[in-house]
């Protein structure tokens, strides 16, 4: 199993420029979300997706942010324009839903993608 | 979304020194799970815990959760430097929010 794959894992762009995170999940997960992590916010919660569909995204920053999920093994977080403050390490994970089934939920991460946004 | 809780936000122990976290919620959990993420990495699950009073250990490493399932508490006995790295507590299942974390830092 090749775990959560993510890219780029590192970007460095320029302010107002467009970035694409991609993001495919472990195969045979049906949940897949998206955190940002920051030393001043911590790992937040972006948005997440249940079987394709998305289910919270109260957290996405404000409409410069779009995530989508075309298919069950990839899914993209999108940033237009970009600005500094979104400087952060943005993290994939996903996860085989079972309910609360004892030692089901458990959340993979990829190994992150580090945005610089000058 | 429901937040949880975590306390402290940074503890430096002296290798051998014992170690506790705590993750604090308002509101009842219906079960809570654990994340360890190593400097420069990624969070790595640990532990889920489920039941009221639940108690669980991995070697060094004891998880418990409250008898009201609206709290947990991690703790590291006798500290390595392999322990260093942010420990980080989740829940509920469905949104999967994390606590700020602790971060943990070893003297060797």
């Known amino acids: 199993d090749a775990g959560v794959i993510q890219s780029p894992r590192h970007e460095v762009t320029e302010m107002g420029q467009e970035v694409t995170l991609r993001c495919k999940p472990i195969s045979g997960h049906n949940s897949l979300f998206w955190y940002r992590q920051t030393m001043m916010r911590g790992l937040e919660l972006l948005i997440y997706?249940?079987?394709?569909?998305?289910?919270?995204d109260s957290g996405m920053p404000e409409d410069r942010f779009s995530a989508k999920m075309p298919n069950a093994s990839f899914s993209t977080l999108k940033i237009q324009p970009s600005e500094p403050r979104d400087s952060a390490v943005y993290f994939c994970?996903?996860?085989?839903?079972?309910?609360?089934?004892?030692?089901?939920?458990?959340?993979?991460f990829g190994a992150g993608s580090r945005l610089t946004v000058l | 979304g429901q937040q949880v809780m975590q306390i402290p936000q940074y503890q430096h122990v002296q290798e051998g020194e014992d170690f506790t976290t705590y993750c604090n919620s308002s509101?009842?959990?219906?079960?809570i799970q654990w994340y360890k993420q190593r400097p420069g990495g990624h969070p790595v699950f640990l532990i889920q815990l489920v039941k009221s009073g639940e108690v669980k250990k991995q070697k060094r490493l004891t998880f418990q959760f409250g008898e009201a399932k609206k709290n947990s508490s991690l703790h590291i006995t006798a500290t390595q430097t392999t322990d260093v790295g942010t420990y980080f507590c989740?829940?509920?299942?469905?949104?999967?929010?994390f606590g700020a974390g602790t971060r943990l830092t070893v003297k060797p």
């Open positions: 509101t009842t959990l219906s079960n």
């Open positions: 994970a996903s996860r085989r839903n079972r309910g609360q089934v004892s030692g089901a939920n458990v959340l993979t």
């Open positions: 997706f249940n079987n394709n569909v998305p289910i919270d």
């Open positions: 989740a829940g509920p299942p469905g949104d999967m929010r």
